[in-house]
């Protein structure tokens, strides 16, 4: 089958009613396959884990363990390099707070770039506050890439850690993360990705990638939300402080001395998101079988029609690299996103209009907001053409 008769909407209840979901970025609609495993583990299977002792807790014990092998696999990583947290935010929090503040010290510098998500920048801006850390921001090409030879200059060894996003939620352009790990290793520094929306579309390789982190949420992965992976060197996570506190993530406690589980455990405090880790491992299940590979060149694919199309407009500016994965940000002359996404509505059409957590990206394009479409597996021609109407429709009631 090619990547252009992929289409799988009927697999997807979010879709029915011949919707034109456009906001994959902000967030994936979920295949029958992972509705089914999150009510099974909601209901027939239910019950906590790593402490019952009967059979369905340890059943569901053995099946949320297979979730973190099932993750493990997923970005070639191994099982105990794996933290399930409540999404990408709380992961790059979880750094930030725990080997962030180990780690670095007044002085030390941070280097993230101009396209980050605010959940990217925020939380190096609140170690900042508490530790004297300071940013710097590397520019971004005039399509919109991360400008890695911008990078390599601004380097230093003062710089200890580099935070990039592998795909941007706006542009959808893609790093080469290999040469920005390179270029962070070279003068002593980790590597954080943010993979939010890598993860979708790509496949992922946390070995040949050569990253120190590497975080992504579910939720955008077609899975439930709720849950999120953080991927750490095991080196790196043996050697991280706790962060919350609590049942699950301690080996001993007494009131004079607690002492703490090995990661990742260590940084699962309370009672996990059982049913999420399942929805997840059940995502990259379905994910997997259909093929990443697949999955990037339909989105490259779409990208590309997408931006062919708009480009032929003499009323549209386009933002961002023409060779990006899965999102298209745009301008309509004249006519404010939220208006456009207004009248999109309407017409069954779902985009994004807004700022995209990216405000500082915003600044440096000049525009407070953007029109972005984002596509999933479940997108097809008839999207485009669905919302190329509907951009038409919208031109004539603006004039
Ligand atoms: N980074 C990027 C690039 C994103 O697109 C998003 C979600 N929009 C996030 C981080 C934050 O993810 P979450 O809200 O699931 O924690």
Known sequence: MTTATLTLKDQFPGLAGGWHYLDTAATAQKPQAVIDATVNALGRDYATVHRGVYARSADMTLAFEAARQRTAAFVKGAEDEIVFTRGATEAINLVAQTWGVENLKAGDRVLLSTLEHHSNIVPWQMLGERTGVEIDVCP????????LDAAERMLTPAHKLVALAHVSN???SVLDVRRAADLAHAVGARLLIDGCQAAPRIALDVQALDCDFYVFSAHKLYGPTGVGVLWARKDILDAMPPWHGGGAMIDRVTFEKTTYAPAPQRFEAGTPMIVEALGMAKAMDWLTEIGLDRAERHERE???????????????????????????????????????????????VAIRAGHHCAQPLMDSLGVPATARASFGLYSDDSDIEALLKGIERTRRIFG
């Open 302 to 348: 779409l990208a590309a029609k997408l931006r062919d199309a708009l480009g032929k407009r003499n009323d549209v500016t386009l933002f961002g690299p023409t060779d990006s994965v899965g999102i298209v940000s745009f301008a309509l002359d004249g006519v404010h996103p939220h208006d456009l996404g207004t009248i999109l509505d309407e017409e069954g």
């Open 140 to 147: 971004l090409t005039a399509d919109g890439q991360i400008d």
């Open 170 to 172: 706006v542009l959808g």
